[in-house]
Nanobody, 124 residues
Framework: QVQLVESGGGLVQAGGSLRLSCAAS???????IGWFRRTPGKDRSFVSV??????YYAVSVKGRFTISRDNVKNTVYLQMNSLKPEDTAGYYC????????????????????WGQGTQVTVSS
């Protein structure tokens, strides 16, 4: 079992920054932690994942978002810079078993545990 709690969402102007946190507890050592986002009426879409020491990003956020981990606090962060109105969404952290090879980390069903989400709103 893994428990995930997100925080750090809010309202920010375009061009601004936010840092989301995902506090993890339970048997987290076996899991990669990632972020998805969802807007009303759409499916969850992949944002980023940290697997071992490797990072993966969606094309839409690469170069603007950075995922990182504090092992002491057992927390994964998503630093979001140069935010755009199209980044407005509910952001969810999720856990998937540590992977290698052709694992499809882009798909939400690949993730076993989810947090409750935190809202990010970017105004133009």
């Amino acid at each position: 079992q893994v428990q995930l709690v997100e925080s750090g969402g809010g309202l920010v102007q375009a061009g601004g920054s936010l840092r989301l946190s995902c506090a993890a507890s339970g048997r987290t050592s076996r899991y990669a932690i990632g972020w998805f986002r969802r807007t009303p009426g759409k499916d969850r879409s992949f944002v980023s994942v940290l697997n071992w020491n490797d990072t993966y990003y969606a094309v839409s956020v690469k170069g603007r978002f950075t995922i990182s981990r504090d092992n002491v606090k057992n927390t994964v962060y998503l630093q979001m810079n140069s935010l755009k109105p199209e980044d407005t969404a509910g952001y969810y952290c999720a856990a998937t078993p540590l992977f290698s090879g052709d694992y499809n980390y882009l798909r939400a069903p690949s993730y076993d545990y989810w947090g409750q989400g935190t809202q990010v709103t970017v105004s133009s």
